[in-house]
Every structure is written in structure tokens, then in C-alpha cells.
């Protein structure tokens, strides 16, 4: 972000002031995780729910920050020129709009229950091709990181390609009243987070809201293929673009096939080829080749753009550890993006076994039983070799794979990392491809340090992304 001084910064949140000698601070960007402070930055603290961004104020002092944006009932004695405000979570929000409003940067805004972050990173992949853009880091895309997401745009940037998610009806409409997108994206619409949606008609108006905010000058792109996300296109003020496999939309995908590390696909007579497994891909693929040619990017600059991507860590990301191929899937699990990862799974190509080591789906509430039993059923008519499951939820997930007729010798379940550790030990041969997933919450990433532990006696390169055969 540009430079800017404690003058701007209360402009924007209003606030008072504590050890300040001078409003004309000047600070580089604003932070708040305190471990990555470094001089001439603000740090923001923000209470969670398990930490308390105000317990580190003194850190981020040491490490060089000019200035911290507190709550004042959270502070005694400041170390550093403090700007005290209400709620510092809505202060951030302010803060972000501001910053916003100071900015001619194009904003495109994608949300969908699943395939956010992949469908963000490679359109910002290819769209960097030609313009000068920034991307949501990691995955910022919550009431705290779609802010912190604004502030990382300069006057330099031509486009901005930020992340929407949602937890409840009305964040979405938050979300883009800060960021005023001029472009959406909608993926898919399904079940997620329904401890608080309740339900999937919920979701389906909750995304819609991005679409809401659109401006008539903008546009959006559809999922055509998910009947739930085309019948939203209604409530766009803006012209809408349809993506997908089914003849009704604008931009149709043929001659689609996939291999273990690619899928390839034709639209409007151009072939393209992109360096991701599973036909799951198809839909970031789609949405972002129609947005590139509303930018105007030729052919070849979208090929070069496909042929630059590289999964983000924990979506389907390749590894070679030791003897075996494993497939690093767990940032997240979900109905839908599990079921996209057991066809990838049960499509493998190749001798060794298939092998997935899943943990639960959490944040299902009432449904979470039915839509892991479901799991198991498919699992068991998919073809994979091996399940490993992790958790209470997923539990149902092995009964139903066993009911429906998987051998019990292909199951293991497991209630601690020490049995986990210990099934993969005995059950992993030279050779087998792993695909490894589950809910934030479960840690899975987890069982990849294992994995890795578990080779360690093998002279490879236990880290490095690879490129398998096809």
C-alpha cells in the first residue's frame, strides 16, 4: 500500500490518540499478526477468539511497529503512539474502504461455496500477463482479510482479484460494500458451512449478494453447469457470462480430458491445457478464459498464463515424498470438493495403489451424518484401494464404505495421530499415490509432515512439487 500517515489513518476511523507527538507518522502497511511486524508498520490489534491481538502490542513495539490501532479498555499503559477506537474489527473495515475510495483499481470479486482460491489465483496468473494486478494473499477472505486484502492494492495496480467468503447471509453484501468489485465470479453453490447457513437456500442468496452489488458497467461470470448459480444470474444489474460443459452457456467446454497432472479442453475452436488434476479445474479454467477475453488477451497470452499456474498449497498440490506420490489436499474439505478429490483419486493413472486418508467434514450441522455416509458410498463404488479416515464424522464415512462393500481390510480407522502415524507405516507400499484431506479444523497438513517423518530414511527430496507422467 501507499504511504500514508496517522493524519489519514484518523481521517478514516476517527479515533483518539495516546503518546502521538505528531500526527504526521508515516507508516508503509498495516499488519496484525505481531510476528511479522517489521519498522514502519502499524500494528493492528484485533481480539479472536482464541488470541488477543492487544497481549502483543509489546512485541510488535520491538519489532519496529510506529504506531498500534487498539480498543482502549484492552490497554493501560502503550508503549508505542496508540489510536484508540471502539471496535478495532469495524475500524479495519473503515479503514479498507477509505483506502478503497483513494484508488482507480479494478476489483474483481470471486465467491462460490467451493473453488474460490483456485479460481482467484488463476485469473490473476493469466490476467498478469498483461496488467499490472495484486491477488488475495493465502486466504483472506473474511471480515478481517478482505480488508487486509484492499490495503495490499497500490495506484499501480491495474486489477485486484480478491476473495469473498461468507459464514452467514450478508457478509458477501459486506464485503463488496468495501471492496466495490466492478466484476464477480460465482463457482458453485453447495453445502458448506451449514452450522450457520442452516440450509443451502441460504448459501445460494448469500452468494447472490456479490452479484447484487455488480454496477451496470461491470459484469459477472457463471457457472452455467450449477443450475442453482444460473438461475441467480436475475438478480445481476450487469451482463452476465455463462461457463461450462452444457450447450446453453456462452462459453462451452468440449473435447475435455484429463490426465494426472493436467486437463485439457477446447473453447471457440482454441485448445487449452492446464497444469491441474481433476475435471473439477474445468470451471476455474472456463471463468477465467472469459475474463481474459473481456480484457482482451489473445489465445496465446492465456496459454502462456495456464502454463504458469502452480496449484496453492494445500488445493491439489503434487508432491513427491520418498517412494510415494502424494496429492496435498487439505486446506479444506467440504461434500463437494471431497467428491471432486475421489474422482481424482479413483481416475489415477498407474500401478500403485489409491490411497485416500481423509478427516472429517466439519461444520455440517444437523446433515453432517447423511452427507459422510454418502461419502462412504462412493468411495466404496469409486475404485480407491485404501481408506484412512481421521475423526468421529468420519467414522460414518469407513461404516458406509464397509455396508456398501469395500473389504474391511481396506479400512482403517483412526482416532489419534499415533494411530494414524501407525497405519500409514504399516499400510504404505512403494509406489501408492495418496491423497490427503479434511476440514481446516482437522489439521491435516498434519499427515503430510508425517508422511514425511515416515521417508526420511529414503535419500529423496521429501519437499519438492513434481511433475508425474501423464
Known amino acids: 500500500?501507499?504511504?500514508?500517515?496517522?493524519?489519514?489513518?484518523?481521517?478514516?476511523?476517527?479515533?483518539?490518540?495516546?503518546?502521538?507527538?505528531?500526527?504526521?507518522?508515516?507508516?508503509?502497511?498495516?499488519?496484525?499478526?505481531?510476528?511479522?511486524?517489521?519498522?514502519?508498520?502499524?500494528?493492528?490489534?484485533?481480539?479472536?477468539?482464541?488470541?488477543?491481538?492487544?497481549?502483543?502490542?509489546?512485541?510488535?513495539?520491538?519489532?519496529?511497529?510506529?504506531?498500534?490501532?487498539?480498543?482502549?479498555?484492552?490497554?493501560?499503559?502503550?508503549?508505542?503512539?496508540?489510536?484508540?477506537?471502539?471496535?478495532?474489527?469495524?475500524?479495519?473495515?473503515?479503514?479498507?474502504?477509505?483506502?478503497?475510495?483513494?484508488?482507480?483499481?479494478?476489483?474483481?470479486?470471486?465467491?462460490?461455496?467451493?473453488?474460490?482460491?483456485?479460481?482467484?489465483?488463476?485469473?490473476?496468473?493469466?490476467?498478469?500477463?498483461?496488467?499490472?494486478?495484486?491477488?488475495?494473499?493465502?486466504?483472506?477472505?473474511?471480515?478481517?482479510?478482505?480488508?487486509?486484502?484492499?490495503?495490499?492494492?497500490?495506484?499501480?495496480?491495474?486489477?485486484?482479484?480478491?476473495?469473498?467468503?461468507?459464514?452467514?447471509?450478508?457478509?458477501?453484501?459486506?464485503?463488496?460494500?468495501?471492496?466495490?468489485?466492478?466484476?464477480?465470479?460465482?463457482?458453485?453453490?453447495?453445502?458448506?458451512?451449514l452450522d450457520e447457513f442452516g440450509n443451502i437456500d441460504t448459501i445460494s442468496r448469500t452468494k447472490g449478494e456479490l452479484l447484487e452489488a455488480l454496477p451496470a458497467s461491470g459484469f459477472a461470470v457463471l457457472n452455467g453447469d450449477d443450475d442453482r448459480v444460473r438461475h441467480l444470474a436475475s438478480r445481476a444489474d450487469c451482463p452476465t457470462i455463462l461457463v461450462g460443459e452444457r450447450p446453453h452457456n456462452d462459453f462451452v467446454a468440449n473435447r475435455v480430458t484429463t490426465t494426472?497432472?493436467?486437463?485439457?479442453?477446447?473453447?471457440?475452436?482454441?485448445?487449452?491445457?492446464?497444469?491441474?488434476?481433476?475435471?473439477?479445474?474445468?470451471?476455474?479454467?472456463?471463468?477465467?478464459?472469459?475474463?481474459?477475453?473481456?480484457?482482451?488477451?489473445?489465445?496465446?497470452?492465456?496459454i502462456t498464463g495456464f502454463e504458469q499456474f502452480q496449484p496453492v498449497d494445500g488445493r491439489c498440490r503434487m508432491l513427491r515424498i520418498g517412494d510415494w506420490t502424494v496429492i496435498d489436499d487439505t486446506y479444506n474439505s467440504s461434500p463437494a470438493s471431497m467428491e471432486a478429490a475421489c474422482d481424482l483419486l479413483s481416475q489415477w493413472q498407474g500401478r500403485g495403489r489409491r490411497v485416500l486418508v481423509m478427516g472429517d467434514m466439519l461444520a455440517l450441522g444437523s446433515e453432517s451424518r447423511a452427507y459422510h455416509e454418502q461419502l462412504g458410498r462412493r468411495i466404496s463404488a469409486s475404485g480407491i484401494d485404501r481408506l484412512i479416515t481421521w475423526g468421529t464424522e468420519a467414522q460414518h464415512v469407513a461404516d458406509r464404505a464397509h455396508a456398501a462393500g469395500m473389504d474391511a481390510g481396506c479400512i482403517g480407522t483412526c482416532a489419534d495421530p499415533t494411530t494414524l502415524s501407525l497405519l500409514l507405516e504399516m499400510w504404505l507400499e512403494p509406489g501408492d499415490v495418496v491423497l490427503v484431506k479434511g476440514s481446516r479444523g482437522m489439521q491435516m497438513e498434519r499427515v503430510i509432515e508425517q508422511l514425511k517423518r515416515l521417508s526420511e530414511e529414503q535419500p529423496v527430496d521429501t519437499t519438492r512439487p513434481f511433475r508425474a507422467v501423464a
Not at 76 to 91: D, E, F, H, I, Y
Open 260 to 302: 494426472n497432472t493436467h486437463i485439457a479442453f477446447r473453447v471457440d475452436g482454441c485448445d487449452f491445457q492446464l497444469p491441474a488434476m481433476g475435471r473439477h479445474h474445468l470451471t476455474s479454467a472456463l471463468m477465467t478464459v472469459a475474463v481474459a477475453r473481456e480484457f482482451g488477451l489473445s489465445t496465446n497470452e492465456i
Open 1 to 193: 500500500m501507499p504511504t500514508y500517515s496517522l493524519t489519514d489513518l484518523l481521517a478514516a476511523v476517527g479515533g483518539q490518540t495516546i503518546n502521538v507527538s505528531t500526527p504526521t507518522i508515516s507508516f508503509d502497511r498495516i499488519v496484525t499478526d505481531s510476528r511479522i511486524v517489521r519498522p514502519d508498520d502499524v500494528f493492528w490489534a484485533i481480539a479472536g477468539d482464541i488470541h488477543d491481538g492487544h497481549t502483543y502490542i509489546t512485541e510488535a513495539a520491538r519489532r519496529g511497529a510506529v504506531a498500534c490501532v487498539v480498543e482502549p479498555d484492552r490497554v493501560t499503559q502503550p508503549v508505542v503512539p496508540v489510536v484508540c477506537v471502539n471496535n478495532t474489527r469495524q475500524a479495519l473495515t473503515k479503514y479498507a474502504a477509505w483506502h478503497r475510495n483513494q484508488i482507480d483499481t479494478l476489483v474483481i470479486g470471486v465467491t462460490g461455496s467451493v473453488g474460490k482460491t483456485t479460481t482467484r489465483h488463476l485469473l490473476h496468473t493469466v490476467l498478469t500477463q498483461r496488467f499490472a494486478g495484486v491477488e488475495s494473499p493465502r486466504n483472506f477472505n473474511n471480515e478481517i482479510g478482505v480488508p487486509l486484502s484492499l490495503l495490499e492494492i497500490t495506484p499501480d495496480h491495474e486489477f485486484a482479484a480478491l476473495e469473498f467468503g461468507a459464514s452467514h447471509e450478508g457478509e458477501i453484501r459486506r464485503h463488496c460494500e468495501t471492496a466495490r468489485p466492478e466484476i464477480g465470479l460465482l463457482t458453485r453453490i453447495a453445502p458448506s458451512h
